[in-house]
């Protein structure tokens, strides 16, 4: 099959046989898990469940949060001890709410099953399945499934790509799951391509130094449609876009998707849990996890579960701590140190790497860049290293937006050979960091722009009104004064001595009475409110003068029993009226 | 007509200026009245790049004014909440040397803050909802008041009219959704016989 080649790209020793030598071995149940709420890109998970509770294997701890999110399963059964923050593996070293569970050592399942008749489900079904396992991009990235799979009506996809690149160093993960469990990867990519409205085209696209790997696939692929394309081992051809261009010759615009050409790329060990949820109806609850590196004595892949403590991880594989030179997570490449090995393996974590001083020794200093251009060279996606370093020194964002920052993939190869070790992708990183700050405080910025000229145009609206019924009442003042000075005149002129006034005042006034006329239900509450409110007065006195009673003197006591006899008048008078405003109701519906 | 133009050729030429020189010019005029901007479109740039905290700190009832005094010549490096990257940002729009911010004027803070009611304190005097500039404190008179913390843009406007001192501004906790990457270490500036030499 034609296959094309990336621009720049690193040869790294590969580093792969160490942990191959044995088959995916499985790891004694660890004591307690860890489950952070955001293993994926999207809203991190809310959790369904309380502390002390009992739960099973499978069983759902946290809900998806919206539609761009994933929720998260016990990975064992056991007892919920607490949800609070811990610490994660994240390059800040910050702590994440995670969910806590102590194993009961029993690892008892839920009871599941898949969809029986998968084969002729409708894709939404699937869909549904897919997403209410937790299936989240377990290349790296953590996308939801669910989500990728469902690219709309408008973006017909034509061609599903399956990425079992790996070409990472150290990371044997897909490569060992292809070896053992090629059907049900074949199997799951059959359920990927009815999702998808089966596409015409459907490839596996895996680097020639997998062998076995390929030797697995091909007899399980003859007559399926699906096709293998092997190419040349080179670093980084495994980035989605790379592969994409390697597989199609197709190339992505910047800031698009490979939906938007009609195309769709699933890492393989995705396409594994796929099966698994549909057609075992098991959640995502473990993945393939390499565990390598000089300073550890066995290196193999575990079929972790996920929420395993790397500790747990290490102290299984004859961990030499003096020998670390630094806890990886991820390969040597785009990896990143752990501080702590307390942090969970979660559904990204492909590899945790602890190599010796003599396999990655510490960061040499930085020098300054001789301008060699090795580094443009190197860059997959044809950027311009050293240019962005210089503006990333100087934080220059216009500058750096314009040499497309955003579409590094921070695969490290420029780093990787640069010959003054300058940490590039670290810097491109921040930079990445600082220009989303500054976008994210242009738009609170523009808010708040909004609100205080909204908040101005208020403040000067509500004077305007004040200032407008100032002026109607003055002109009212005026007016009404300059009839009360017209009137006398017109008596003096003779005539008709007050009779036309005299008849507008009683008119005026009687107009004020029938504007204050109020309708009957009104009159009624009224009556109602001032009889509660004697009533009130009434009992008040009377509480009064019982505590009264004992040590005031008659003189009060006779002023108190007044009270309550007045209250009592007032009460019934109140009654009286309302009687007669009912009664003269009922005669007025009458009539 | 056309023998006289022949005979003084310079008349020719003479038209031919006058002619384009009327076109041209109505062109201008037309293009000046037809594509007329309205308001000062600097003013417009300058506010865009101001913070927004409508804090006043810059002596001046907001960032617009501001922005505009600024069009007027005014200087700019009166803005703290901005700091040095609005100072550089405005330089290089208005093409003029960026000064360092004119301390008279408050200091650069380093944590962004946003404004806290002690619940418990507060009296309700609606003191601070008049003081705040983009109506981000919520309440009524003689009931409790609140700050909408995603409103704030931190001004400190509200604190001083406060009369039971019940208002915090408290920095802005940064979770792990708004953490990045640091800078790395700059680069050293050794050559390599100095390199032997550390060594």
């Given at each position: 099959?034609?296959?094309?080649?990336?621009?720049?790209?690193?040869?790294?020793?590969?580093?792969?046989?160490?942990?191959?030598?044995?088959?995916?071995g499985?790891?004694?149940l660890?004591?307690?898990?860890l489950?952070?709420?955001?293993?994926?890109?999207?809203?991190?998970?809310?959790?369904?469940?309380?502390v002390?509770?009992?739960?099973?294997?499978?069983?759902?701890?946290?809900?998806?949060?919206?539609?761009?999110?994933?929720?998260?399963?016990?990975?064992?059964?056991?007892?919920?001890t607490?949800?609070?923050?811990?610490?994660?593996?994240?390059?800040?070293?910050?702590?994440?709410?995670?969910i806590e569970?102590?194993?009961?050592?029993?690892?008892k399942?839920?009871?599941?099953?898949?969809?029986?008749d998968y084969?002729?489900?409708?894709?939404?079904?699937?869909l549904?399945?897919?997403?209410?396992?937790?299936?989240?991009?377990?290349?790296?990235?953590?996308?939801?499934?669910?989500?990728?799979?469902?690219?709309?009506?408008?973006r017909?996809?034509?061609?599903?790509?399956?990425?079992?690149?790996?070409?990472?160093?150290?990371?044997?993960?897909?490569?060992?799951?292809?070896?053992?469990?090629?059907?049900?990867i074949?199997?799951?990519i059959g359920i990927?391509?009815?999702?998808?409205?089966?596409?015409?085209?459907?490839l596996?696209?895996?680097?020639?130094?997998?062998?076995?790997?390929?030797a697995?696939?091909?007899?399980?692929?003859?007559d399926?449609?699906?096709?293998?394309?092997?190419?040349?081992?080179k670093?980084?051809?495994?980035?989605e876009?790379?592969?994409?261009?390697i597989?199609?010759?197709k190339?992505?615009?910047?800031?698009d998707?490979?939906a938007?050409?009609?195309?769709?790329?699933?890492?393989?060990?995705?396409?594994?849990?796929?099966?698994?949820?549909?057609?075992?109806?098991?959640?995502?609850?473990?993945?393939?996890?390499?565990?390598?590196?000089?300073?550890?004595?066995?290196?193999?892949?575990?079929?972790?579960?996920?929420g395993?403590?790397?500790?747990?991880?290490l102290?299984?594989?004859?961990?030499?701590?003096?020998a670390?030179?630094?806890?990886?997570?991820?390969?040597?490449?785009?990896?990143?140190?752990?501080?702590?090995?307390?942090?969970?393996?979660?559904?990204?974590?492909?590899?945790?790497?602890?190599?010796?001083?003599?396999?990655i020794?510490?960061?040499?200093?930085?020098?300054?860049?001789?301008?060699?251009?090795?580094?443009?060279?190197?860059?997959?996606?044809?950027l311009?290293?050293?240019?962005?370093?210089?503006?990333?020194?100087a934080?220059?964002?216009?500058?750096?937006?314009?040499?497309n920052?955003?579409?590094c993939?921070?695969?490290?190869?420029?780093s990787?050979?640069?010959?003054?070790?300058?940490?590039?992708?670290?810097?491109?990183?921040?930079?990445?960091?600082?220009?989303?700050?500054?976008?994210?405080?242009?738009i609170?910025?523009?808010?708040?722009?909004?609100?205080?000229?909204?908040?101005q145009q208020?403040?000067?609206?509500?004077?305007?009104d004040k200032?407008?019924?100032?002026?109607?009442?003055?002109?009212?003042a005026?007016?009404?004064?300059?009839?009360?000075?017209?009137?006398?005149?017109?008596?003096?002129?003779?005539g008709?001595?007050?009779?036309?006034?005299?008849?507008?005042?009683?008119?005026?006034?009687?107009?004020?009475?029938?504007?204050k006329?109020?309708?009957?239900?009104?009159?009624?509450a009224?009556?109602?409110?001032?009889i509660?409110?004697?009533?009130?007065?009434?009992?008040?006195?009377?509480?009064k003068l019982?505590?009264?009673?004992?040590?005031?003197?008659?003189?009060?006591k006779?002023i108190l029993?007044?009270a309550?006899?007045?209250?009592?008048?007032k009460?019934?008078?109140?009654?009286?009226?309302?009687?007669?405003?009912?009664?003269?109701?009922?005669?007025?519906q009458?009539? | 007509?056309?023998?006289?133009?022949?005979q003084?050729?310079?008349?020719a030429?003479?038209?031919?200026?006058?002619?384009?020189?009327?076109?041209f010019?109505?062109?201008?005029?037309?293009?000046?009245?037809?594509?007329?901007?309205?308001?000062?479109?600097?003013?417009?740039?300058?506010?865009?790049?101001?913070?927004?905290?409508?804090?006043?700190?810059?002596?001046?009832?907001?960032?617009?004014p501001?922005?505009?005094s600024?069009?007027?010549?005014?200087?700019?490096?009166?803005?703290?909440?901005?700091?040095?990257?609005?100072?550089?940002?405005?330089?290089?729009l208005?093409?003029?040397?960026?000064p360092?911010?004119?301390?008279?004027?408050?200091?650069e803070?380093?944590?962004?803050?946003?404004?806290?009611?002690?619940?418990?304190e507060?009296?309700?005097?609606?003191?601070?909802i008049?003081?705040?500039?983009?109506?981000?404190?919520?309440?009524?008179?003689?009931?409790?008041?609140?700050?909408?913390?995603?409103e704030?843009?931190?001004?400190?406007?509200?604190?001083?009219?406060?009369?039971?001192?019940?208002?915090?501004m408290?920095?802005?906790?940064?979770?792990?959704?708004?953490?990045?990457?640091?800078?790395?270490?700059?680069?050293?500036?050794?050559?390599a016989?100095?390199r032997?030499?550390?060594?």
């Amino acid at each position: 099959m034609k296959t094309w080649v990336t621009p720049g790209g690193v040869h790294p020793p590969e580093n792969k046989h160490q942990s191959l030598t044995l088959p995916i071995g499985t790891l004694p149940l660890p004591e307690k898990l860890l489950i952070p709420l955001s293993q994926h890109i999207g809203a991190a998970a809310t959790p369904c469940i309380e502390v002390g509770k009992k739960v099973l294997k499978g069983q759902v701890i946290a809900h998806a949060t919206g539609p761009v999110s994933v929720p998260m399963h016990a990975p064992t059964s056991g007892t919920i001890t607490a949800i609070e923050h811990r610490p994660i593996a994240h390059s800040s070293g910050m702590l994440a709410p995670c969910i806590e569970i102590t194993s009961d050592g029993r690892d008892k399942w839920k009871k599941h099953e898949g969809i029986a008749d998968y084969e002729h489900a409708s894709p939404s079904t699937l869909l549904k399945a897919v997403a209410d396992a937790g299936i989240a991009g377990m290349g790296g990235a953590g996308f939801p499934s669910a989500v990728k799979l469902n690219p709309g009506r408008q973006r017909p996809i034509h061609t599903l790509i399956v990425n079992a690149t790996e070409c990472e160093p150290y990371i044997t993960a897909d490569d060992s799951a292809i070896r053992e469990r090629a059907a049900e990867i074949i199997e799951g990519i059959g359920i990927l391509s009815q999702i998808l409205g089966n596409p015409s085209n459907i490839l596996i696209g895996i680097e020639d130094n997998k062998p076995e790997a390929i030797a697995a696939l091909e007899p399980l692929v003859l007559d399926t449609g699906i096709r293998v394309a092997s190419f040349p081992t080179k670093y980084p051809s495994g980035g989605e876009k790379q592969l994409i261009y390697i597989l199609t010759g197709k190339e992505i615009p910047s800031g698009d998707l490979p939906a938007d050409i009609g195309m769709v790329c699933v890492n393989i060990g995705t396409t594994y849990a796929i099966k698994r949820a549909i057609v075992n109806g098991e959640p995502l609850i473990s993945r393939v996890t390499t565990m390598t590196g000089d300073a550890c004595g066995i290196n193999r892949n575990y079929d972790t579960l996920i929420g395993t403590p790397v500790s747990h991880m290490l102290a299984h594989s004859e961990f030499n701590e003096q020998a670390c030179s630094r806890l990886v997570m991820g390969g040597p490449m785009m990896g990143f140190s752990l501080t702590s090995s307390d942090v969970p393996i979660v559904k990204t974590t492909n590899c945790i790497l602890a190599p010796s001083y003599d396999e990655i020794p510490d960061d040499e200093p930085a020098q300054a860049c001789i301008r060699c251009g090795m580094c443009a060279e190197a860059c997959p996606v044809s950027l311009l290293p050293q240019q962005l370093f210089w503006y990333s020194q100087a934080d220059d964002q216009e500058r750096l937006e314009a040499h497309n920052l955003f579409d590094c993939i921070e695969c490290g190869a420029c780093s990787y050979v640069c010959p003054s070790n300058i940490p590039l992708v670290q810097h491109y990183r921040h930079s990445k960091g600082e220009i989303q700050k500054a976008r994210a405080e242009k738009i609170r910025s523009d808010h708040a722009r909004e609100r205080f000229e909204f908040h101005q145009q208020r403040i000067e609206q509500a004077d305007k009104d004040k200032e407008a019924k100032r002026a109607a009442r003055r002109e009212a003042a005026e007016q009404a004064k300059a009839k009360a000075k017209a009137a006398p005149d017109s008596a003096a002129a003779g005539g008709n001595p007050m009779g036309g006034s005299a008849a507008d005042i009683i008119a005026a006034a009687q107009a004020r009475a029938a504007a204050k006329q109020v309708s009957p239900e009104q009159q009624q509450a009224k009556f109602e409110r001032s009889i509660a409110g004697a009533e009130m007065r009434v009992q008040m006195a009377e509480e009064k003068l019982a505590t009264a009673s004992d040590s005031s003197t008659d003189e009060q006591k006779n002023i108190l029993n007044a009270a309550i006899e007045g209250a009592k008048q007032k009460l019934e008078q109140a009654k009286a009226r309302l009687a007669e405003h009912v009664e003269q109701q009922n005669g007025e519906q009458v009539d | 007509m056309i023998d006289t133009i022949a005979q003084y050729p310079i008349l020719a030429a003479l038209i031919a200026l006058v002619g384009l020189g009327i076109l041209f010019g109505g062109l201008l005029g037309f293009a000046a009245e037809k594509f007329k901007v309205e308001g000062d479109p600097i003013v417009e740039q300058i506010d865009e790049l101001l913070p927004q905290t409508q804090c006043g700190q810059c002596g001046f009832p907001g960032c617009k004014p501001y922005a505009e005094s600024i069009a007027n010549g005014d200087a700019i490096n009166k803005c703290p909440p901005g700091g040095q990257t609005t100072i550089n940002a405005i330089a290089s729009l208005l093409d003029v040397p960026a000064p360092e911010l004119d301390a008279e004027h408050g200091e650069e803070a380093d944590l962004k803050t946003v404004a806290y009611i002690r619940e418990d304190e507060c009296i309700g005097c609606t003191k601070c909802i008049q003081a705040c500039p983009v109506d981000a404190i919520l309440g009524a008179a003689k009931l409790m008041h609140t700050v909408i913390a995603d409103e704030c843009t931190g001004c400190d406007l509200c604190v001083e009219p406060c009369p039971v001192d019940c208002i915090d501004m408290l920095p802005v906790e940064e979770g792990i959704k708004e953490w990045h990457w640091p800078a790395p270490v700059a680069p050293a500036n050794l050559i390599a016989s100095d390199r032997r030499a550390t060594q």
